[in-house]
């Protein structure tokens, strides 16, 4: 087999709305900040004097990680918008069912009981 | 075939690539699953009657180190895929190894956790804690193998010749599912490892 191979050439953007893909310079600039954000979260993690702020911040923290490596890697960010319509609808589903989950095992326990007899 | 023509054999109305829209399809019904999982952690994780407790068993420093692999991960195998892209079948063949690699790492490092939760004498049915933590990380992990296994196909295919006809959206396809799998870590890492104490 031979050392280079043109299959890109079937795979460029086969529609309006996508862009070309980022190179490896922004790759490992996004590689950079997160491993710079995750040394931040193990660095808030053992600060005695943040602890009360501790869920916020590794929160968005970690949002933030999701969205650089959703947004760059997964080129959600160049791709057809129909890409991040999917994974959005997974989400919100996803989140419904665990605030659902949440609700009646925690917050409601007692009303269950009470529905139960 | 040529690959052009088997490219378009693939397209949708959309103009998008059906088998990458039937990855991001899988994606999205992952997150359903995942949400589950970490939403069922939450609920048990202090309900347990007897110990060890979550503060009295995870290990930071360890997972911490595990994380930035399967991070990394994610780093070399949009490398590998812009080899493919490129043309550049030693970048690919050296970038995907380098991130199965990385899985396989990730994978020792969970089996080393697992082997010395049981030897503390956290077992899958030692308590609820136990059953919704090893459910999560166990059911995380086998996606990592399949993930690993799957690289592995993509490096052999590659090797033998295999990997010449639509071989970018192949790669490509497979880089969402593992980039999927790494973004999930990371809210299984801040919600199991790093809420600990609240």
């Given amino acids: ?117 | 075939m040529t690959a052009a023509s088997h490219a378009e054999h693939h397209h949708t109305s959309l103009g998008v690539d059906s088998r990458k829209l039937g990855m991001w399809a899988l994606i999205a019904s992952e997150c359903l699953l995942f949400g589950s999982l970490i939403a069922t952690y939450l609920i048990y994780r202090s309900q347990s009657v007897a110990g060890p407790s979550p503060a009295q068993i995870l290990d930071i420093p360890v997972t911490s180190v595990s994380t930035f692999v399967l991070l990394m991960s994610s780093f070399s195998i949009v490398l590998a895929l812009h080899g493919i892209q490129s043309g550049d079948i030693a970048a690919f063949r050296r970038y995907i190894l380098l991130t199965a690699l990385g899985g396989t790492v990730f994978l020792g490092f969970q089996t080393y956790e697992f082997t010395h939760f049981v030897q503390s004498g956290l077992g899958f049915s030692t308590n609820v804690f136990g059953s919704s933590f090893f459910m999560l990380t166990g059911t995380h992990g086998t996606h990592v193998a399949v993930g690993v296994i799957w690289l592995l196909s993509l490096y052999f295919s590659s090797v033998r010749g295999k990997l010449t006809e639509d071989a970018a959206i192949k790669v490509d396809t497979m880089a969402l599912y593992w980039h999927f799998v790494d973004v999930i870590w990371i809210v299984i890492f801040t919600v199991v490892y790093l809420f600990v104490f609240v």
């Fill in chain 1, 1 to 117: 087999m031979s050392a280079t191979t043109p299959v890109a050439a079937a795979h460029g953007p086969v529609h309006g709305t996508e862009h070309e893909h980022p190179g490896p310079k922004t790759y490992a600039k996004i590689a950079i900040v997160l491993t710079v954000i995750t040394a931040g979260e193990i660095w808030v993690f053992y600060i005695e004097q943040l602890k009360f702020l501790l869920v916020p911040v590794l929160s968005v923290l970690s949002a933030v990680k999701f969205a650089l490596v959703a947004m760059f890697y997964m080129h959600l960010k160049f791709d057809h918008p129909v890409f991040t319509r999917l994974l959005l609808a997974g989400m919100v589903l996803a989140l419904g069912t665990f605030l659902a989950l949440l609700a009646l095992f925690t917050w409601s326990h007692p009303l269950l009981k009470l529905l139960a007899g």
